[in-house]
């Protein structure tokens, strides 16, 4: 099937800075796709030409098929929730979700806002202003003030990050069935690896302006292309040059043998996580790693001699 | 005494000795009677206040509130969009907001005597015209009710562009790219985003036009050439050719009165809850 939304060799320069270097992509219809990378990476600058704020210094970007370069964004078929929402103030959360629909000139319109907020789970809370709501609230107007427009492609410009940390992580199963029921296309750009791995079919790792790797959430995390990717969507231990995640390694007595792979070192401390433990080793050939094990494993001491070990097939190596 | 009062003492007494005492003054004279060669006399009468009913004196109440409510809705279609294009420029926003100050440079009598001197049969606007041939005769553009209303918009203008410029400064630029997002072509987003969340400056501008227009003596006096009365001129009449003091005095309290009423309504409308 043709992608809904395809970038092909994007480019766009800022006086003095490359906020994107050259970007392909293509996103398939009804997918829930990521731009995972850290700020400054050029992955808003991209939801922006996307939208239409930004022009492309060169390079094409097609939805549906189309080149819309040109168009302006209340010519093109997607929507977006900024990252602080920008819900109008002096509208109601229905006048706020009417809005769209009036510019489009929809006939029924009762009908569809009614809809929209029962999929966002407003209803009642139609006569509220922006003021009036909490912020999970208002995410949810952004949310059903796009949605009721039937976007080709959903933006979404960090929809979390505002959020306190608890509602961030319900709002990530919330976000993820409103995409299933909905049916839309969502392009989310976060810089919170957990949040893209945790949503997305598919993901695109940037770094500098370019996309490092693009893949589904496994692929990415446990099959990294290059050290940044790997570095990026978790803590990774760097032992003679290839790369192990802490939850990949165990800890043994100094000693005992192992046909696994293994690394001899002392134990630096340890922090206990509730779920996990996570213990620090520095290795003899010096370098700092993480053992992330199960709460019910053997403790180790300050001081111990341990020996880190792995399997063969859980190393990440790079060229 | 404490130190803050040390401080509040000087602006205490400027409000009594300035403000206060003359106004006080003011009041009192309103209820005086006429003197024979101006000035007051005893008895207290209301009767200056009576006068005030007359259709001819209402009249001109009626066109001085007429004329500021016209100049004051002519320079908001003029100050916004300047204020918009200001807040939005990337470049020179200072420079712009200088030049809409420039004209204070310049002293306002001054400025009102250059308005005369282009409108006037021989000024250079129907010189010119006529130079080209456009017209034969000179245009009637000084000494009537239009040369008053640009005089009124060209000296209060700046009054409204600052106040909006401010509050479209901090505007979120992000609201104006959700209206485009949502499908808002840019005149329906200024309508109906980007003009009501301006409405504290628009608000603050009227106001800052509205009521300096109201009372205005200067402008209806050079360019209207004593054929636009309007109640300023009605107050200054009455104390020098007139001599009549304490009617002078009564409509001075009525426009005050006029001008703290509008005060108060659009203050109220401005309290309503925005956001």
């Known amino acids: ?319 | 005494m404490k130190l803050r009062t040390w401080f509040l003492l000087p602006a205490w007494l400027t409000m009594a000795v300035l403000f206060a005492a003359p106004f006080a003054i003011v009041l009192a004279y309103s209820f005086l009677t006429r003197g024979v060669y101006g000035g007051i006399e005893l008895p207290w009468t209301a009767e200056s206040y009576q006068r005030l009913f007359d259709p001819l004196y209402l009249a001109i109440l009626w066109r001085s509130f007429a004329m500021a409510l016209a100049a004051t809705a002519l320079c908001f279609l003029l100050a916004f969009p300047a204020a918009l294009f200001i807040a939005r420029a990337a470049r020179h926003k200072n420079l712009y907001l200088q030049l809409v100050m420039l004209p204070f440079w310049t002293s306002f009598l001054v400025r009102t005597y250059a308005w005369i001197f282009l409108l006037r049969d021989t000024g250079l606007f129907n010189t010119a015209l006529q130079a080209l041939g456009i017209v034969h005769r000179p245009l009637p553009l000084l000494y009537n009710d239009g040369a008053v209303l640009l005089g009124l918009v060209y000296g209060y203008l700046p009054f409204m562009v600052l106040p909006i410029y401010a509050t479209l400064e901090r505007l979120d630029p992000a609201l104006v790219e959700a209206a485009a997002d949502l499908g808002a072509r840019p005149l329906t987003t200024v309508l109906r985003i980007v003009v009501p969340l301006s409405r504290p400056g628009i608000v603050a501008g009227s106001v800052l036009v509205f009521i300096p227009c109201l009372g205005a003596y200067l402008t209806p006096d050079l360019l209207g050439g004593g054929r636009t009365v309007m109640v300023g001129n009605l107050v200054q009449n009455q104390f020098t050719t007139a001599r009549d003091w304490p009617f002078g005095a009564a409509v001075s309290i009525a426009l005050m009165a006029l001008v703290t009423l509008v005060l108060v309504l659009f203050l109220r409308r401005q309290s309503e809850p925005l956001a």
């Open chain 1, 1 to 319: 099937m043709a992608p809904i939304l395809e970038l092909r060799k994007l480019v766009k320069h800022f006086p003095g800075q490359q906020a994107v270097r050259e970007i392909s992509l293509a996103i398939p219809r009804g997918s829930f796709f990521s731009l995972l990378g850290p700020s400054g990476c050029g992955k808003t600058t991209t939801l922006r030409l996307i939208a239409g704020f930004e022009q492309p210094t060169s390079g094409d970007i097609l939805l549906e098929g189309e080149i819309v370069n040109q168009r302006k964004p209340y010519e093109r078929n997607v929507s977006t929730v900024f990252q602080n929402y920008a819900l109008f103030p002096h509208l109601t959360a229905r006048g706020n979700v009417e809005f769209g629909l009036k510019r489009h000139r929809a006939t029924d319109i009762d009908a569809r806002v009614r809809e929209v907020l029962e999929l966002v789970g407003l209803t009642g809370k139609e006569t509220r202003r922006p003021a009036q709501l909490s912020g999970g609230e208002r995410q949810r107007v952004a949310l059903a003030r796009s949605l009721v427009l039937q976007p080709g492609v959903l933006l979404l410009d960090e929809p979390l990050a505002a959020l306190d940390p608890k509602l961030r992580k319900q709002m990530r199963g919330e976000l993820k069935a409103m995409q299933r029921r909905a049916g839309v296309t969502f392009l989310l750009v976060t810089h919170d690896q957990e949040e893209a791995l945790s949503m997305s079919d598919h993901l695109a790792v940037m770094n500098e302006g370019r996309i490092e790797q693009v893949g589904s959430p496994e692929d990415v995390y446990l099959r990294p292309r290059s050290r940044f990717v790997a570095g990026f969507l978790g803590a990774v231990n760097w032992i003679s040059g290839a790369g192990i995640r802490p939850e990949a390694v165990r800890l043994l007595p100094a000693g005992e043998s192992t046909p696994d792979r293994r690394a001899p070192g002392v134990v630096t401390g340890s922090v206990f996580l509730g779920n996990c433990v996570q213990v620090q080793v520095r290795l003899h050939s010096g370098e700092d790693t993480v053992a992330q094990l199960p709460r019910g494993a053997a403790l180790f001491q300050p001081g111990d001699a341990v020996q880190l070990a792995w399997s063969a097939a859980d190393e990440m190596t790079f060229l």
